[in-house]
């Protein structure tokens, strides 16, 4: 699964099958042995957990990063690798 960013610790990271249905476009939020799926639009925690703290900063890069994080999805379903986002700082 390409990892598209890392921050403070948590790693995101966004997979699809090519030619495969695939659910709502989503990402992978990975924190030690946590992780927490979320939806792009909206941004949302469809699965999983995160601590408190670090399921509020990925939806805060996420909501920075919204338009990005739909040209990956994009990118992904016609099987181009995706573009790494910046992480927060």
């Given at each position: 699964m390409p990892e598209i960013s890392r921050f403070f610790g948590?790693?995101?990271r966004?997979?699809?099958?090519v030619g495969?249905?695939?659910h709502t476009p989503h990402?992978?939020?990975?924190?030690q042995d946590e992780?927490?799926?979320y939806?792009?639009?909206?941004?949302?925690l469809l699965a999983g957990n995160l601590p408190r703290r670090q399921r509020r900063?990925?939806?805060?890069?996420?909501?920075?990063?919204?338009?990005?994080?739909?040209?990956?999805w994009r990118a992904l379903q016609k099987?181009?690798?995706?573009?790494?986002?910046a992480p927060l700082k």
């Amino acid at each position: 699964m390409p990892e598209i960013s890392r921050f403070f610790g948590i790693i995101i990271r966004m997979f699809v099958e090519v030619g495969e249905p695939h659910h709502t476009p989503h990402f992978h939020a990975y924190y030690q042995d946590e992780v927490g799926i979320y939806g792009i639009d909206p941004i949302e925690l469809l699965a999983g957990n995160l601590p408190r703290r670090q399921r509020r900063l990925v939806e805060a890069w996420s909501k920075l990063h919204q338009d990005e994080l739909k040209k990956d999805w994009r990118a992904l379903q016609k099987g181009c690798s995706p573009e790494p986002i910046a992480p927060l700082k």
